[in-house]
């Protein structure tokens, strides 16, 4: 039991552990796996979601999505896989202008090879053909990530959910 409850203290610090059981020696290395942090997916999200998506550089944008992604946004259909986001991406570089957009994550949570990471958005997206922005578009809501660990190691977007706050009341 002693054996066991180093075995285990060991794990939890992420230690390496030199155990003895029965006059028997094993040298057990734990190692600990990569933490998908908060700072880490916010960094990803600026410089491989935002920025390539504000450039209309869609497949670049791409890059950042598992292949079997799905899409989760305001008032239109989910969009499964790159297919589905591509057409998304190729829509607004081809319709509008990115004028403003930022992610602020709040939150993040890692269960294994999965993490999820929560928090808000405000953009301005503006319509090439009248100048005048996107209807039905409130520009600020609240986004939810789940992050899928590759066998490389990187982290890729499995799911983008964003819902849009209410529209200020125009009375």
């Known amino acids: 039991m002693r054996t066991i409850s180093i075995l ?48 209309g550089k869609v497949e670049q944008w791409l890059e950042i999505f598992d292949k079997d992604a799905i899409g989760l946004h305001n008032r239109m259909p989910a969009m499964e896989g790159k297919e589905g986001l591509r057409g998304f991406g190729r829509f607004v570089a081809q319709n509008l202008d990115v004028t403003a957009m930022s992610v602020k994550l709040t939150g993040i949570r890692q269960e294994g090879d999965l993490a999820y990471s929560w928090g808000t958005y405000r953009s301005s997206l503006i319509m090439r053909s009248s100048g005048l922005p996107m209807p039905g578009h409130s520009g600020e809501g609240k986004v939810f990530f789940v992050w899928k660990k590759q066998a490389d190691d990187s982290w890729k977007i499995a799911a983008d959910m964003g819902n849009d706050l209410p529209a200020p009341n125009s009375n």
């Open 8 to 55: 285990a203290a060991a794990a939890l610090s992420g230690c390496a552990v030199h155990a003895q059981t029965d006059n028997v020696q094993h040298n057990i290395a734990v190692t600990q796996s990569e933490e998908w942090t908060l700072a880490k997916a916010q960094h990803a999200i600026d410089t491989n979601y935002i920025a390539p998506f504000k450039a």
